[in-house]
């Protein structure tokens, strides 16, 4: 059976391929700099962009874009103190889902589309679509390339580039545009709901199994890549959901480097 005899699935692959390589890099440094609570919380207010969206009439990734973007700064902001993050997280978890059931019941959308904004669906995206995701994910990487020094430094020697020099508070506004960027379209495969699990599973496999920043980063892309392949494969197959397997396939990976890692230490 050739799977990409479907233009469908033409999509489907092009678009997981240049979202898990964006958010296999991105999340290795997400899990770096400590802030896998705010991956979660992006989601919730992707969640709500994408509701305004569809009440707006526009397409769902511009206003996860819209939402994200502008949100991502200060909750970022709020969320420094570890003393306060927790109550910042669900006041503005609380308010973002409140606001994208408010934008979906005021467009009259159906459980369906609310459905497929939560728990993405890839198989539907269309070729106009994967252009899109495709220069967003090429924007962030290209912005990745030229700031991988200082992101790096920063993200794992804070204090260091402190001393250095290094204005933390602008690195910190940058990397929080690119997950910002990172969120919305890596949504698009697995939803705005569960979004948080390409960007923290395939780097904390990462964390476990590399030694070094290159090394984490290509095991973490390899991950990610090998769970979205499998999963729209399977999906294919079965008719299953395709963020079922890739979530399956990435935890099963995760517990594997887990175990291993407690085996050699």
């Known amino acids: 059976m ?4 479907y233009a469908f699935m033409q999509n489907a692959f092009m678009a997981s391929t240049f979202i898990a390589i964006t958010t296999g890099i991105v999340g290795v440094f ?3 700099r400590n802030m896998s609570f705010l991956a979660h919380t992006l989601s919730e207010v992707g969640f709500a962009g994408a509701a305004f969206a569809v009440f707006a009439g526009l397409r769902p990734l511009d206003g996860m874009l819209l939402f994200t973007a502008i949100s991502s700064i200060s909750v970022g902001r709020m969320s420094v103190q570890a003393s306060r993050r927790e109550a910042s997280i669900s006041a503005v978890s609380s308010l973002f889902i ?8 005021l467009s009259s959308a159906n459980a369906s589309y609310a459905t497929t904004i939560l728990f993405g669906s890839i198989i539907g995206i269309s070729r106009s679509d994967v252009w899109q995701l495709v220069v967003l994910a090429a924007g962030v990487l290209f912005t990745l390339y030229f700031g991988y020094r200082r992101l790096a430094f920063d993200s794992f020697d804070s204090v260091g580039s402190t001393a250095q020099g290094l204005k933390s508070k602008y690195i910190s506004i940058y990397f929080l545009l690119i997950l910002a960027v990172s969120v919305s379209i890596g949504a698009q495969i697995v939803g705005s709901l569960l979004v948080f699990i390409l960007l923290t599973l395939p780097p904390n496999v990462a964390k476990y199994l590399g030694r070094t920043l290159p090394q984490m980063i290509v095991i973490s892309v390899i991950t990610a890549l090998i769970g979205v392949w499998s999963g729209l494969y399977l999906g294919f197959l079965t008719n299953w959901p395709v963020t079922f397997f890739i979530a399956a396939i990435e935890f099963i990976f995760y517990f594997l480097a887990l175990w291993y890692h407690h085996q050699t230490n």
């Open 2 to 5: 050739n799977l990409f005899a």
């Open 98 to 105: 409140g606001l994208g059931i408010l934008f979906l019941s």
């Open 30 to 32: 997400v899990v770096a």
